[in-house]
């Protein structure tokens, strides 16, 4: 089951045409800085500065959080917004083919989320 922030988290990035979203839960690895990274790019900066401000817009509304810290909001090429219990990854495409964050993480269990309301494990 989908915590309900990752969900809030991954409809707002959707919203706004997010690509390739997808959770990853870090809980069982035990050395990560928190429990879920929320990650997905986006194919310009206006674009992955639109996504993450309807994901900080999503989570004020519907959940009353605020990111405790954001970064890359300047320049719009990774943007984080750190919700503690989640952080938020929203890369310009090609920043996010090149770091490979995914592969860092391989062995946390991953979702995607494909569409408004669907989700897929694996």
């Known amino acids: 089951m989908v915590k309900k922030e990752i969900k809030v988290i991954a409809d707002a990035m959707l919203e706004k045409k997010g690509q390739d979203v997808l959770s990853l839960d870090l809980r ?40 405790s810290c ?28 090149f770091y490979r964050l995914e592969d860092l993480w391989a062995d946390a269990k991953r979702q995607e989320f494909k569409e408004k309301d669907g989700s897929k494990e694996k």
């Not at 790019?41 to 674009?47: L, P, R």
């Not at 954001?70 to 990774?78: A, F, L, R, S």
Request: hydrophobic fraction near 40%; charge should be negative.
């Open 28 to 67: 069982p690895i035990g050395t990560a800085i928190s429990d879920y990274f929320v990650v997905c790019n986006a194919s310009s900066t206006t674009q992955v500065r639109a996504i993450a401000d309807n994901v900080e817009y999503r989570m004020a509304e519907l959940l009353k959080m605020k990111p």
């Open 70 to 97: 954001k970064q890359g909001t300047e320049n719009g090429i990774w943007v984080i917004l750190d919700y503690g219990m989640a952080v938020v990854h929203i890369f310009q495409t090609e920043y996010r083919n």
